[in-house]
T-cell receptor, first 113, second 115 residues
Framework: AQSVTQLGSHVSVSEGALVLLRCNYS??????LFWYVQYPNQGLQLLLKYTSAATLVKGINGFEAEFKKSETSFHLTKPSAHMSDAAEYFCAVEESGSEKLVFGKGTKLTVNP | DAGVIQSPRHEVTEMGQEVTLRCKPISGHNSLFWYRQTMMRGLELLIY????????DSGMPEDRFSAKMPNASFSTLKIQPSEPRDSAVYFC?????????????FGPGTRLTVL
């Protein structure tokens, strides 16, 4: 079964600094991968998804993620953090042959002024 | 577009009571998912439906939990009897299942507290 590991349950950056949130997956077949963001007291919102096209995927709000098969990684980055990026971020993999998403435990991003 | 609608947004109940959570998916979507989010276990899929038919309920914790989807625009998740360990945020999500990677759109969630 597929699984997702997010390294670091909490990440803190300064405003304007690089954001790097790590995600590693395990899958026996080429995966479909997702990043979702959850703002306080809200549901999850899709940031971006990888569907085996380009390995560098651009999403909303200036975020992007790169699929690296050799490293089984799908890390999320943003060149310059903004205060409004403070939220919890979830990486997910779609189980092959189904619509089920398996989520990581989440990484809470804090942006300091 | 109204998005996925869930009600109630907050529910406080006493142990042993029946709880019913409701969800209205996005119009035209044919897949619906129920998730539970807790600090300890993170986000877990409980059950999902496709074209109103339950496809996978392997995440439903026990017989106290049941879910129905009587039509394409409405689903319920029922807990009877409720227990304090059921306290969590319950999310409903919907998608347009097209055979490829389909985006799931999440509702705002129902925060359940069982005393």
């Amino acid at each position: 079964a597929q699984s997702v590991t997010q390294l670091g349950s909490h990440v803190s950056v300064s405003e304007g600094a690089l954001v790097l949130l790590r995600c590693n997956y395990s899958s026996s077949v080429p995966p479909y991968l997702f990043w979702y963001v959850q703002y306080p007291n809200q549901g999850l919102q899709l940031l971006l998804k990888y569907t085996s096209a380009a390995t560098l995927v651009k999403g909303i709000n200036g975020f992007e993620a790169e699929f690296k098969k050799s490293e089984t990684s799908f890390h999320l980055t943003k060149p310059s953090a903004h205060m409004s990026d403070a939220a919890e971020y979830f990486c997910a993999v779609e189980e092959s042959g189904s619509e089920k998403l398996v989520f990581g435990k989440g990484t809470k991003l804090t942006v300091n002024p | 577009d109204a998005g996925v609608i869930q009600s109630p947004r907050h529910e406080v109940t006493e142990m042993g009571q029946e709880v019913t959570l409701r969800c209205k998916p996005i119009s035209g979507h044919n897949s619906l998912f129920w998730y539970r989010q807790t600090m300890m276990r993170g986000l877990e899929l409980l059950i999902y439906f496709n074209n109103n038919v339950p496809i996978d309920d392997s995440g439903m914790p026990e017989d106290r939990f049941s879910a129905k989807m009587p039509n394409a625009s409405f689903s319920t998740l029922k807990i009877q009897p409720s227990e304090p360990r059921d306290s969590a945020v319950y999310f409903c999500a919907s998608s347009l299942s097209s055979g490829s990677t389909d985006t799931q759109y999440f509702g705002p969630g129902t925060r359940l507290t069982v005393l």
